[in-house]
Nanobody, 115 residues
Framework: VQLQASGGGLVQPGGSLRLACVAS????????IGWFRQVPGKEREGVSC????????YYSDSVKGRFTISRDNAKNTLVLQMNNLRPEDTAVYYC?????????WGQGTQVTVSS
C-alpha cells in the first residue's frame, strides 16, 4: 500500500503547480482524500480535503479560491491544483487517504515559492 507524490518544485509568486499522488495497493475512490502541509518548527496543517461519501470539499482560509482538490479514479490519483502561489505557501506537502481506521500518507513533496 503506497501513495507516491509528485509535482513539487520551485515556482515564482503568482505561479502554479499541480501536485499528484498515485495510490497503489488500494482503490482510492472509497477513501476520503486530503492534502496537508508542514514547515519546519510548525505542526502539519490541513490544506484541503474531499469526502468520499458526498464529494464535499474543504479548503483552509489561506488557500480558498486558489487551490483545487480532485481525484481521478481511473488513474487512482488524487490531485491538488495550486494557482496564484504565494511565498507563504512554501512547505512540504503531504497527501492523505483515509477510510475508517485506515490512514495512508504520501512521502511528501517540497513546494518552494520564491522570486
Amino acid at each position: 500500500v503506497q501513495l507516491q507524490a509528485s509535482g513539487g518544485g520551485l515556482v515564482q509568486p503568482g505561479g502554479s503547480l499541480r501536485l499528484a499522488c498515485v495510490a497503489s495497493g488500494f482503490t482510492l475512490d472509497f477513501y476520503n482524500i486530503g492534502w496537508f502541509r508542514q514547515v519546519p518548527g510548525k505542526e502539519r496543517e490541513g490544506v484541503s480535503c474531499s469526502s468520499d461519501s458526498d464529494g464535499g470539499t474543504y479548503y483552509s482560509d489561506s488557500v480558498k479560491g486558489r487551490f483545487t482538490i480532485s481525484r481521478d479514479n481511473a488513474k487512482n490519483t488524487l490531485v491538488l491544483q495550486m494557482n496564484n502561489l504565494r511565498p507563504e505557501d512554501t512547505a512540504v506537502y503531504y497527501c492523505n487517504a483515509q477510510r475508517g481506521n485506515l490512514n495512508y500518507w504520501g512521502q511528501g513533496t517540497q513546494v518552494t515559492v520564491s522570486s
